[in-house]
């Protein structure tokens, strides 16, 4: 089984730090995403990226950066953390493909104080 | 992009057939309709995904008109471990950035 792997469960942070979200996969998959979850919003594609060094904004991307480093491991950044950024953020990775099925990690709910 | 409307809740028992529709009026033409399960504090689960017409797999069948311009997820005879968020996906056809999850169906199953 595809297992989508996120660093963290439940993170806070403070208004104005930088903070970062690790996602990890061990399926050798070349695409991988980003998603914000928020009641009443559903899932919004935050970033995601198809290949290592490379990335694509989605719906939301004010405020965010992404990272890339190796095809395993795609990173969210927000470079200075605000209290609109509070959220549940969820990873998920697929292989090439515009519709292939993405594999999702269990979320990282990040609280900005 | 193909936004997606989904109805925000659904109650059924035990053993009934559940139907969640989708509706996606400006699907494109090379779009796909895939859709998730989501149970609380996990991340969302691929359950079955379509092109047109009918898909059947282990756990449920996905109906699309020929118009394409909805798509109804049916659970046979569904049970308490039912209860979850389903989300429809609409897209991919242009690039990636034009997928565009629903807002999510909650079915909440009693006995």
């Known amino acids: 089984d595809v297992k989508v792997t996120q660093s963290s469960r439940y993170l806070v942070k403070r208004t104005g730090e930088k903070v970062f979200l690790e996602c990890v996969q061990d399926m050798d998959h070349e695409n991988m995403f980003w998603y914000r979850q928020d009641p009443g919003l559903g899932l919004r594609l935050i970033y995601f990226?198809?290949?290592?060094?490379?990335?694509e904004k989605g719906d939301i991307p004010e405020g965010y950066s992404v990272s890339r480093e190796k095809k395993e491991r795609f990173s969210l950044i927000l470079e200075s953390a605000s209290t609109n950024q509070t959220s549940m953020y969820l990873c998920a990775s697929s292989v090439t493909g515009l519709n292939q099925p993405q594999h999702f990690g269990d979320g990282t709910r990040l609280s900005i104080l | 992009l193909a936004k997606t409307t989904q109805p925000i809740s659904m109650d059924s028992y035990e053993g009934q057939e559940v139907n969640i529709t989708c509706s996606h009026n400006?699907?494109?033409?090379?779009?796909?309709i895939t859709w998730y399960q989501q149970f609380p504090s996990q991340g969302p689960r691929f359950i079955i995904q379509g092109y047109k017409t009918k898909v059947t797999n282990e756990v449920a069948s996905l109906f699309i008109p020929a118009d394409r311009k909805s798509s109804t997820l049916s659970l046979p005879r569904v049970s308490l471990s039912d209860t979850a968020v389903y989300y429809c996906l609409v897209g991919g056809a242009k690039g990636y950035s034009t997928l565009t999850f629903g807002k999510g169906t909650m079915l909440l199953v009693s006995p």
């Open positions: 990226s198809y290949d290592v060094k490379m990335k």
């Open positions: 400006n699907i494109a033409t090379n779009d796909y």
